[in-house]
């Protein structure tokens, strides 16, 4: 009768030194395997950011373009009164940023539309 393979010898067992991990060690292990096999579901931490002012993210669609529109008209006035004061090629350079304004403020007043027709 052949001896069965019931599982690990005296020669195969390991030693006692090795058997004696460090209970740190241990359950770095453990944290370890959990952390890949057993994930919890971390909460959102928030980053730390540079950013000065941000736009609320419950804020919808219409929200958001109403206030650019308003922003931009804003913009507009203030690029309008201050090319009155200029002469020459800085007259020139400010009056087209206040028709790039004029142009983003007539794009964001269609989106406005088109999410919310009157």
Do not use: C
């Amino acid at each position: 009768m052949s001896e069965s393979n019931s599982g690990p010898t005296k020669k195969d067992s390991i030693s006692p030194e090795a058997s004696q991990i460090p209970p740190m060690l241990d359950e770095a292990a453990k944290r370890a395997i959990d952390h890949y096999l057993d994930p919890k579901p971390q909460p959102k931490k928030k980053q730390p950011s540079s950013q000065l002012f941000s736009v609320a993210e419950s804020a919808d669609t219409e929200t958001l373009l109403a206030n650019l529109s308003e922003t931009l008209a804003s913009a507009n006035a203030m690029l309008g009164d201050l090319t009155f004061d200029l002469e020459g090629s800085r007259r020139h350079f400010a009056l087209g940023v206040q028709q790039m304004i004029e142009l983003s403020e007539l794009l964001a007043n269609r989106a406005l539309d088109i999410v919310d027709p009157r």
